[in-house]
């Protein structure tokens, strides 16, 4: 019923940028709190930024200043504009949305940082 599909992470060094995509389809509504996860090998799968329909963002701290998230409403797609990368931001990167009692993961995009 929905589907969520991410693109754009690559092999990039330290210092580079990506910009991540996550289109959705089915019923996402403008309203719906989306946002991006990582997890890299061997740690727990972590927050990286959300936005609501206000629309509010809240990063996390090892990210903020350096990410920003946003949403096209029209296209159904959620971005994740990363600048400043850095090896630790090495991890595959997950588009989230939740709508009513159901949360909804895409497939995930790797993004590597090399030094």
């Known amino acids: 019923q929905v589907q969520l599909v991410e693109s754009g992470g690559g092999l990039v060094q330290a210092g580079e940028s990506l910009r991540l995509s996550c289109e959705a389809s089915?019923?996402?509504?403008?309203?719906?709190?989306m946002g991006w996860y990582r997890q890299a090998p061997g740690n727990e799968r972590e927050l990286v930024a959300i936005i609501t329909g206000d629309p509010i963002t809240i990063y996390a701290d090892s990210v903020k200043g350096r990410f920003t998230i946003s949403r096209d409403n029209a296209k159904k797609t959620l971005y994740l504009q990363m600048n400043s990368l850095k090896p630790e931001d090495t991890a595959v990167y997950y588009c989230n949305v939740r709508i009513l009692q159901d949360y909804y993961w895409g497939q995930g995009t790797q993004v590597t940082v090399s030094p």
């Open positions: 089915g019923s996402v509504s403008s309203s719906a709190t």
